[in-house]
T-cell receptor
């Protein structure tokens, strides 16, 4: 069965720095991978999708990379702000619109 | 943008009673909706896929007679937790894919915090 590991349960960084979150997966070769943001007590919100034939995707201060050889995706937030504090989830596709979620990394940006 | 509304946001019920959770797509049609459960500090676990006009598909280990799903229209799916017990206390979240593509992002409701006493 698929397994996803997100680098750490919690990550603290100083405001203005770049946050890098890691998502490693095994036992699967997804056609695409998605990243979501989840705030406490709320549902996840979609951020970015990256396909297996794409190396990198950007959206404003966000950047995602996808290395299918390493079976790894990196999620970067540049010029981080306290408002970026949240849990970030990576999710692998496992079929049409079906996603398998990682446990998430709780990011805290310290002012 | 696509909005999914989930109701109620919180519910407390007594052991043995049933609770119904509604999930509505407000500005788009959803032939498929997904129901997840999330325990503290854990990821979303898919419970079932709700299909409009047909039976839901349940994930392994999820009791279909306990978690009743009805998807009677293109904008509404309901999850009923029957004979709830304290171990059913969790955060239940629904989602629906954006229209048209199999790789569409999922639009999530804001979840329902169920506490069974």
């Amino acid at each position: 069965s698929q397994k996803i590991e997100q680098n750490s349960e919690a990550l603290n960084i100083q405001e203005g720095k770049t946050a890098t979150l890691t998502c490693n997966y095994t036992n699967y070769s997804p056609a695409y991978l998605q990243w979501y943001r989840q705030d406490p007590g709320r549902g996840p919100v979609f951020l970015l999708l990256i396909r297996e034939n794409e190396k990198e995707k950007r959206k404003e201060r966000l950047k995602v990379t996808f290395d299918t050889t390493l079976k790894q995706s990196l999620f970067h937030i540049t010029a981080s702000q306290p408002a970026d504090s949240a849990t970030y989830l990576c999710a692998l596709e496992t079929g049409a619109n079906n996603l398998f979620f990682g446990t998430g990394t709780r990011l805290t940006v310290i002012p | 943008g696509a909005v999914v509304s989930q109701h109620p946001s919180r519910v407390i019920c007594k052991s043995g009673t049933s609770v119904k959770i509604e999930c509505r797509s407000l500005d788009f049609q959803a032939t498929t909706m997904f129901w997840y459960r999330q325990f503290p500090k854990q990821s979303l676990m898919l419970m079932a896929t709700s299909n409009e006009g047909s039976k839901a598909t349940y994930e392994q280990g999820v009791e279909k007679d306990k978690f009743l799903i009805n998807h009677a229209s293109l904008t509404l799916s309901t999850l009923t937790v029957t004979s709830a017990h304290p171990e059913d206390s969790s955060f239940y979240i629904c989602s629906a894919p954006g229209a048209g593509r199999t790789d569409s992002p999922l639009h999530f409701g804001n979840g329902t915090r169920l506490t069974v006493t």
